[in-house]
């Protein structure tokens, strides 16, 4: 279903970001907060990126997105009235990192170019099915390697955007003959 979403034509006055979608997870290594949020500054240092961090599940994402931003001097965006908007707003940025399943999905849904942080099956199930996503793992973050897949991914952007649209199609055309035949 998600596939099957539209994107509404949201009003974003924001340009040249990257979306970062993490969560609380009992095995987060302690300086977790502080490795991505090093991250975000090298990629805001060396691409001119601004890292906006959005709460998928406001309630239980918020402080972990706040601390992050706070770190990085980046920030946290919530501001969504619904999955359309927060789909445009993917839609405009250069890439998402995340763990958060649906920010994932989403992006890949408007053939954005993700980074994921892996810490849990269903999140490799997705990582799987696309050849141009190379996933991390959440658990032991490694600072140099997600950074050279972001280089990777920033300089490649509309070659890998064109591998994600082929598959997304055919999964927007599966997912509308399921809801037909259901």
Known sequence: PAFALKCDEFKNNE???????????????????????????????????????????????????????????????????????????????????????HALIYSLSMSVPVVPLSYDPKVDAIIDGWDCCKGFSAKDINVEEILERIDYVVENREEISAKIDEVTQIMKEKTNHDVKTA
């Not at 979306?19 to 490795?35: G, M």
């Not at 500054?41 to 060396?46: L, R």
């Not at 601004?50 to 992050?68: A, F, G, N, S």
């Not at 920030?75 to 998402?96: H, P, R």
């Open 15 to 101: 340009e040249n970001y990257f979306i970062v979608s993490v969560r609380k997870w009992k095995h987060l290594k302690p300086d977790f907060a502080k490795s991505i949020a090093n991250i975000c500054s090298e990629v805001h240092k060396k691409h001119g990126l601004t890292p906006v961090l959005v709460p998928m599940q406001k309630r239980l994402d918020l402080d972990l997105c706040t601390e992050i931003a706070e770190l990085c001097g980046g920030k946290v965006n919530s501001n969504f009235e619904n999955a359309e908007q927060l789909l445009s707003y993917i839609k405009d940025s250069k890439f998402v990192m995340g763990m958060r399943l």
